[in-house]
């Protein structure tokens, strides 16, 4: 496709060791067991939270991700504390 040639689409578990300037991270996990999978594994949430170097925008249920996590519990919290949760990507 014309203009995504520099597009890296890829699996948290291939991404370790990998960085790269802006991240669009797609957690996109609802189900009506509340169920987060690979998510609640901090290992892999870290590999996922800490490869962009200017910007990471993540996509997901938060309200999900955090109901019975401690890890993602935490990271809503500090994501509110610094008003990074919204409900729109601002494009530029």
Known sequence: MEGLQDVLITVVDNYQGEENDVILLSLVR???DGRIGFLATENRVCVALSRAKQGL????N???LA????????IR???Q???AVGYKLPLR
Request: hydrophobic share 35%; glycine share 4%; proline share 4%.
């Open 77 to 79: 919290k500090t994501l």
């Open 57 to 60: 925008f993540i996509v997901g």
């Open 30 to 32: 609802s189900n009506p």
């Open 67 to 74: 109901a019975d996590n401690r890890t993602w519990q935490e």
């Open 62 to 64: 938060m309200d999900m």
């Open 81 to 83: 504390d610094q008003d």
